[in-house]
T-cell receptor, first 114, second 110 residues
Framework: AQSVTQPDIHITVSEGASLELRCNYS??????LFWYVQSPGQGLQLLLK??????LVQGIKGFEAEFKRSQSSFNLRKPSVHWSDAAEYFC????????????FGKGTLLTVNP | DVKVTQSSRYLVKRTGEKVFLECVQD?????MFWYRQDPGLGLRLIYF???????EKGDIPEGYSVSREKKERFSLILESASTNQTSMYLC?????????FGPGTRLTVT
């Protein structure tokens, strides 16, 4: 069975500081990987995705993520956090083929201090 | 831009009522999904549909049913609402693996 783990439930950073949110997955092959962001009271918005190829992927809002097969990780990074980045972040996995369901991590809540 | 809309942002219902949550997407996507989101539990899949009139159970289908009579519309039905169904409900649609989400419906059952 596949699974996604986000080890950090809550992270606090100062505005302007760098950010890294961790995501580890369990799956026997290379999965399709996603990061979503959810602002308070809103739905989820796709930040970026990894299907294949370059292991460093760029997304919207200045975010990037790096796929590391050896560590089964897909960590999300941003060099300088803005107050508007405060939200909950979800990592998700799809196993490919004809199965279009996503397996989500439980999320990491990001607080940004001024 | 893909747009997924949900019929209500906030809904308050009484225990035992039949509740309909509606979701509409405008991108001709084959797949549609219903999730519930609870603090500490993340998103859990209730049902999904990969074609009109086709549906499959997700991880937590008990107490719910769904209907998909038209490609763009996917309804979640609570046959007899209970207080433990108080939650945020999110609808999503996709063609392949990338899912697009609606704004969510915050349902309170009293």
């Amino acid at each position: 069975a596949q699974s996604v783990t986000q080890p950090d439930i809550h992270i606090t950073v100062s505005e302007g500081a760098s950010l890294e949110l961790r995501c580890n997955y369990s799956y026997g092959a290379t999965p399709y990987l996603f990061w979503y962001v959810q602002s308070p009271g809103q739905g989820l918005q796709l930040l970026l995705k990894y299907f294949s190829g370059d292991t460093l992927v760029q997304g919207i809002k200045g975010f990037e993520a790096e796929f590391k097969r050896s560590q089964s990780s897909f960590n999300l990074r941003k060099p300088s956090v803005h107050w508007s980045d405060a939200a909950e972040y979800f990592c998700a996995l799809n196993s490919g083929g004809s199965n279009y369901k996503l397996t989500f991590g439980k999320g990491t809540l990001l607080t940004v201090n001024p | 831009d893909v747009k997924v809309t949900q019929s209500s942002r906030y809904l308050v219902k009484r225990t035992g009522e039949k509740v309909f949550l509606e979701c509409v997407q405008d991108m001709d996507h084959e797949n549609m999904f219903w999730y519930r989101q609870d603090p500490g539990l993340g998103l859990r899949l209730i049902y999904f549909s990969y074609d009109v009139k086709m549906k499959e159970k997700g991880d937590i289908p008990e107490g719910y049913s769904v209907s998909r009579e038209k490609k763009e519309r996917f309804s979640l039905i609570l046959e007899s609402a209970s207080t433990n169904q108080t939650s945020m409900y999110l609808c999503a649609s996709s063609t392949f693996y990338e899912q697009y989400f609606g704004p969510g419906t915050r349902l309170t059952v009293t």
